[in-house]
């Protein structure tokens, strides 16, 4: 069982929700990321995403692409993402999202031991199809390394079962139809798509792409197993570039996503 597994479960016994804050790598440079996963993580996240750094992040808008070009001037490469994830060493998982090419020039096989190397617990690919992921699942499933492959919403029942039967540690829902953003309301149809897929899959349902309140989050944990806050945390980055506070800041507001996530205790009282 992967960390990421052993999370899902314990979060399941509490009948909680995960909380899954996103980063770009490197942005504004890697000192100031390793802050911020230490306060994240402090602040209730449940499992870290950090973004690496790439020129064409094709399934990102604008506030992702534009964080990617500020960590790629400070010449920020995978290399150097996987130097700091060895160093954290945080008691939650680490995934990295990243697209195919990096990895490919790295090498499949170097990079999934890479992976086990530096404490990475997942990959999200979002330009590997599972169709052609079979040499990239090999090397990532002999590292013992989690790859958490994506549903778009309409998502036909056949590639449910494909990619419910490729992921590992969670399948990720793209909440909306388009790249990722700040957005002030969820889909209508949200709750059923979830409810859809969850029919068809054991595995943990997450949903990422548009989130940016506490309160959407709390809507959300009534059907998903795990939310993923990206845009919304990188803004607060990119309005505090020159801001010495900028770190509590980021801690603040992944703070408020935990609190709303919160399950009410019961409250006994002796008679």
Request: aromatic fraction near 6%.
């Amino acid at each position: 069982m992967s960390r990421i597994d052993e999370k899902f479960k314990i979060l399941k016994n509490r009948n909680e929700t995960a909380l899954i804050p996103f980063i770009v790598a490197g942005d504004p440079d890697l000192d100031t990321t390793e802050a911020l996963v230490l306060k994240m993580a402090e602040a209730g996240a449940d499992i870290i995403e950090l973004g690496i750094p790439f020129s064409d992040p094709i399934a990102d808008g604008p506030i992702i692409q534009t964080a990617s070009q500020r960590a790629l001037r400070r010449d920020v490469k995978l290399s150097d993402v996987l130097r700091l994830t060895e160093r954290l060493r945080i008691d939650i998982p680490v995934i990295l999202m990243t697209y195919y090419n990096p990895i490919l020039r790295f090498g499949l096989r170097d990079f999934a031991e890479a992976c086990k190397e530096c404490i990475i617990d997942g990959v999200i690919i979002p330009d590997l199809p599972p169709e052609e992921a079979g040499p990239w699942i090999s090397e990532a499933r002999r590292m013992e390394l989690d790859t958490i492959f994506l549903l778009a919403p309409k998502s036909p029942e056949e590639r449910i079962k494909n990619v419910s039967g490729m992921s590992r540690g969670f399948i990720y829902y793209v909440s909306v139809e388009g790249v990722t953003g700040i957005r002030e309301r969820l889909p209508s149809d949200l709750e059923s798509e979830v409810r859809r897929i969850k029919v068809l899959t054991k595995m943990p349902v997450c949903v990422g792409f548009g989130i940016s309140s506490p309160n959407q989050a709390k809507e959300i944990s009534g059907f998903a197993d795990g939310i993923i806050i990206g845009s919304a945390i990188v803004k607060i980055i990119e309005d505090n570039l020159n801001s010495p506070d900028m770190i509590e800041r980021v801690g603040n507001f992944v703070s408020s996503f935990a609190k709303a996530l919160e399950i009410p205790q019961k409250i006994s009282i002796d008679l």
